[in-house]
Structure formats: C-alpha cells, structure tokens
C-alpha cells in the first residue's frame, strides 16, 4: 500500500509563486512516473506536469495548456515531486494532486493517488 501526501497548497496572491510537494510512502517497490494533477471548479481533472524514473531519463511531461509555466522537479531518493511556479495567475486556482505510478517486482502497474491540496489565487 503506499500513501501520498500533498503540501505547500493555499491561498496566494496574484503575481506570488507556488511551490508544492509531495512524498510517496509505503511498500514501494519502484515509481515509474510522479506528477501532478489539477481540477477547477467545474473542469475535468487535468495534467500539469509528470516527471518519469531514473532508467527513462528523467523525462518530463507538461500538457499542453500549461506547458512551460509550471516547472517539475524530483528527489528519487525520497520518493518526492515538487511543482513550481512564479506569477501565479487566477486561473491557476484549482486542487493540485499528486499522482504516481507504481510497478511492483512482478512488472505489474498501479496508480495512486493523494487527497489533494487546494490552492487559491486572489487578484
């Protein structure tokens, strides 16, 4: 079972920065991919950013509708993500979540998920 747990979430002026993080823990055999996920009010749940293990190269993905506003950074020996982002603007306002993909010893792949941080941006 592993467990992720989200912080750094709040309420933020607009132009102020946001940094977010997330810690996986458990039985964790291997995390292919850690990410973060956001979803407004009345939207669907959307990618912001994934970064992939060690042996893909560290490769990072950013959807296309934030791509190059948010930056995405990961401690492999902590099994932590972290999301960055400076001038921040209202449309930003959404729960953050964060994601990993995990792969047990016998190849097989799961998803998890944590609970979700809220972060507000005033104008």
């Known amino acids: 079972q592993v467990q992720l747990v989200e912080s750094g979430g709040g309420l933020v002026q607009a132009g102020g920065s946001l940094r977010l993080s997330c810690v996986a823990s458990g039985s964790i055999f291997a995390i292919n991919t850690m990410g973060w996920y956001r979803q407004a009010p009345g939207k669907q749940r959307e990618l912001v950013a994934s970064?992939?293990?060690?042996?893909?190269?560290?490769?990072?993905n950013d959807a296309d509708s934030v791509k190059g506003r948010f930056t995405i950074a990961r401690d492999y020996e902590k099994n932590s993500v972290y999301l960055k982002r400076t001038n921040l603007k209202r449309k930003d306002t959404a729960v953050y979540y964060c994601n990993a993909e995990t792969r047990s010893e016998f190849e097989a792949l799961y998803d998890y998920w944590g609970q979700g941080t809220q972060v507000t941006v005033s104008s």
């Open positions: 970064i992939g293990s060690l042996d893909s190269g560290r490769k990072t």
